[in-house]
């Protein structure tokens, strides 16, 4: 039986052929962006799902009134670990404070490899007892017990060993405070890991340099900048054990934070809903969003709807063909149910149909996907999308045929046989309503895509405050670097290309993580105003063109070695003052049972010192700046001379590290770049979305308009003109594609303002959006559904008429 419901669907598939290669081409793409868009989602959702011990592992994090802070002071954690049993190891992770990169060195005989690599953390000789990560080479239980040891990972390993064996070869790590000889004690396999700890290197936190330094951090509230990870005991409840954790660390804390006038908790984060679910400051590595799963996912559903409507849409118009096979075959003994499960064997064999093509896409395709997504994701990750794919497209063509084989099998043998066709009323009003679905899902992604393309071209063109273009940035990693400071900015004023030069600890696009809880003169340090600052060199103003409201800018001219700091608005309001009367007063913060005063030195406007995401919020600039970048301000159309210039100029000075640079808009654009991968995704699926839609409408206007040759070439022959021809074959589309617009108006309203929800600064869903949408969605509509209209009406009456 199933052989001869093969043979029949085969056949009525062969038989019309370009019905069938419309539903087999959208079903194809359709299936494709399932299996890109699976594949993504399937990546995102193993990250930190392969660390043994997962489930018991948390990482704590810092809750203030209006931050969660995904850092803690030093002491947390070797404390908890020793006063609570339930805890069986802890760690802490820690990244050199605003240094993104360190210079890696390996001398091998006479020659010398060195470059500056990212994402190295100083790490607890515990860490691995806490996050095992795959390991290569070396021990796992003593890779980072072994003082000023370094564990790479694989790639990083290749890159500087090549085929030598690693293990026990010294690298040398170049930083500000001093090049410091490391030992290799392990190499880890970065992709198994598959962690939002996305770590090139680990640095033994029992070390030369920054250990020591370490040692003596013991303030409960301060220096919250340790990335605190716990493997509890098997059974322990975490909820329950956070309360006991957070009394504890309040007890402990207490007199801290009364010095520095500031209330904290700690909250427990699990360590397999960081990557997904954390969204908290000052993040470790690559964080996920899993809203974005989610919108990836309905868009990748929405487009296999939009398919399995075409194919609707396709055999309910076809109908009228195959009434009669259908009667004949009911009056030959067929019952309901065989012509049912024909259908939906003719259904399911275009999906699988589909599946095949759909998966030579997407090995094609896949590279460049990984690409659009900035990740590099291979089809056999894993076997688990693949069948979820085969299922989808067995799910698909069963919704695909279902209502085909309910609304073909249900006519009256007699009544067909004898021209009475019956049902037609409601398939015809079935498919209006599919044409509805299908572009209401359209417009409302059109809709998106002028959103997104609008917010997107918002951030990049919005006044920021201050001057981002043709602004060079030079990382100072080392000693001889911010020692050659002065000499090489003398050097580089010296050409006509540059303007102005100077030195920050960070600049705006950059994560600052120098803040201080400030009170004014008469105030008790709990009535403190939380300010966020750097530390900025002369020219510091001038060079990246802040707006100077009041006072003075640090310069040359500036003698006085006192503590100084100019503030924005933001700041001066919250400090209770005005801009003009703010200049000269004095502000105080408590440092270790120490009142530090510091001295309003200027006002500047308003800044953008974080993206657009984030609010504006209290900042200021202080003078006695010790290393961090140089920045130097160029003339346009300067670049490339520019860029030779400040190389000479590097290498004149003797820094033995290699020259690297960047330039500040381009580092302030970095913000955006997992805003910019989601909008690419997004449009991209959005066509072609609407590109399966058209397909559809094509092949139904085609359809419909040959049922009707015979009407046309009868009008024709009465004097018909060619324009009310195409009125006719259009009108129907064009009032059921308004009707979808005008539905698709609060959907697209509700996904718009849910997407630009993200940032704090945002564009203004005005009125002509959802016109510009309805005209484009209308017109899309129209352009597809004019080919096949005026083809109909330039037909020769005589040829359409023939056949009577």
């Known amino acids: 039986m199933w052989i001869n419901f093969l043979k029949i669907s085969l056949r009525n598939l062969l038989k019309y052929k370009s019905l069938t290669l419309i539903n087999v081409s959208g079903m194809a793409v359709a299936l494709a962006a399932c299996m890109l868009i699976g594949l993504y989602i399937y990546d995102e959702l193993q990250v930190d799902q392969r660390i043994q011990d997962g489930d018991r592992i948390v990482r704590i994090a810092t809750k203030m009134p209006d931050i969660t802070w995904v850092g803690t002071p030093a002491p947390v954690s070797m404390a908890i670990k020793q006063d609570f049993e339930e805890v069986e190891a802890s760690a802490r992770l820690m990244k050199f404070p605003e240094l993104d990169q360190m210079l890696l060195r390996y001398e091998s005989g006479t020659e010398v490899r060195q470059f500056y690599e990212s994402k190295g953390y100083y790490a607890d000789s515990t860490f691995f007892d806490v996050v095992s990560f795959p390991m290569l ?50 190499v880890f396999d970065a992709q198994a ?33 340790f990335y605190t990870y716990v493997k509890l005991m098997d059974g322990v ?38 990557y997904l679910k954390s969204h908290g400051d000052y993040e470790l590595g690559r964080i996920g969003n899993l809203s974005n799963l ?109 209502y085909p084989a309910f609304f073909l099998s249900n006519f009256k043998p007699i009544s067909v046989l004898k021209g009475r066709f019956v049902g037609r009323i409601s398939g015809v009003s079935l498919r209006e309503v599919l044409v509805v679905v299908q572009f209401c899902i359209s417009a409302c992604l059109i809709l998106m895509v002028f959103v997104i393309k609008s917010q997107m071209n918002f951030v990049q063109t919005r006044d920021l405050g201050f001057d981002k273009d043709q602004q060079i940035v030079v990382p100072l990693r080392s000693e001889k670097a911010i020692e050659s400071f002065d000499a090489m900015k003398n050097s580089l004023m010296q050409g006509s290309q540059f303007k102005s030069v100077t030195m920050a600890s960070t600049y705006p696009g950059v994560e600052s993580l120098e803040d201080m809880l400030y009170y004014t003169d008469g105030k008790s340090s709990e009535e403190v105003v939380h300010i966020r600052h750097s530390y900025v060199g002369n020219d510091f103003i001038e060079t ?107 290498k004149a000075a003797e820094i033995s590290e290699p020259f690297t640079y960047s330039f500040l808009d381009q580092d302030f654009q970095r913000n955006y770049e997992r805003e910019e991968r989601t909008a690419k995704i997004i449009i991209s699926f959005a066509f072609l979305a609407l590109f399966i839609a058209c397909l559809g409408l094509y092949g139904l206007t085609a359809f419909m308009t040959e049922l009707k040759t015979k009407e ?85 009456p005589v040829e359409s008429l023939k056949s009577e």
């Open 712 to 796: 046309i070439g009868i009008r024709k022959t009465l004097g018909a003109s060619d324009w009310s021809i195409v009125s006719l074959l259009s009108k129907d589309i064009g009032k059921t594609v308004l009707l979808a617009i005008a539905i698709s108006v609060p959907i697209g309203f509700y996904l718009s303002k849910s997407w630009l929800a993200n940032f704090a600064f945002q564009i203004e869903v005005a009125w002509w959006y959802y016109l510009l949408t309805g005209l484009a969605a209308l017109g899309i509509a129209m352009l597809t559904v004019s080919f096949q209209s005026v083809k109909a009406a330039m037909m020769n």
């Open 544 to 650: 990246l063109g802040f707006e100077l409201l009041a006072g003075n800018t640090f310069t040359e001219a500036l003698t006085t070695d006192r503590p100084l700091i100019i503030l924005n608005e933001s700041a001066v309001r919250a400090l209770g003052f005005e801009v003009d009367d703010a200049v000269g007063k004095n502000i105080h913060y408590d440092w270790r049972g120490e009142k530090i005063t510091l001295e309003i030195y200027g006002v500047v406007g308003d800044f953008h010192f974080e993206s657009l995401h984030k609010e504006i919020e209290p900042y200021g600039f202080r003078n006695g700046v010790g290393g961090g970048y140089l920045i130097a301000k160029f003339s346009p159309g300067a670049t490339n001379e520019v860029l030779a210039t400040a190389e000479n100029v590097w």
């Open 237 to 274: 409840v975490h909820e329950l054990f956070e309360q006991k954790v957070n009394q504890y660390f309040i007890e402990k804390a207490a007199e801290d934070m009364k010095a520095m006038g500031v209330q904290k908790e700690v909250v427990f984060q699990p360590f397999q809903d960081i």
């Open 294 to 402: 989610y919108i990836f996912g309905t868009i990748a559903l929405f487009i296999l709807l939009i398919a399995c409507i075409n194919f609707m849409n396709l055999t309910t118009a076809r109908s009228e063909r195959r009434a009669r096979e259908v009667g004949i075959r009911k009056l030959l003994g067929a019952n309901r149910p065989a012509l049912m499960r024909q259908f939906l064997v003719e259904s399911v064999m275009v999906a699988l149909v589909g599946f095949i093509v759909a998966a030579a896409l997407v090995s094609f395709v896949l590279p460049y996907f990984g690409e659009l997504i900035g990740r590099n994701i291979t089809g056999h990750i894993s076997w688990v999308p693949w069948v979820g794919a085969l299922m989808l497209c067995f799910a698909a063509g069963m919704l695909a045929g279902i």
């Open 193 to 225: 890991a598959n962690s939002h700890i996305d770590a090139n290197f680990f640095l033994s936190m029992e070390n030369q340099d920054f250990g020591k330094i370490i040692q003596n951090w013991t303030n409960w509230a301060s220096n919250n900048i």
């Open 137 to 186: 080479n070396g021990d796992t239980d003593r890779a980072l017990r072994t003082p000023s040891g370094i564990v790479l990972s694989d790639k990083l390993a290749n890159r500087i060993f090549g085929s030598e064996e690693p293990l026990g070869k010294v690298v040398t790590v170049g930083m500000p405070l001093g090049d410091f000889d490391y030992t290799v004690t392990g």
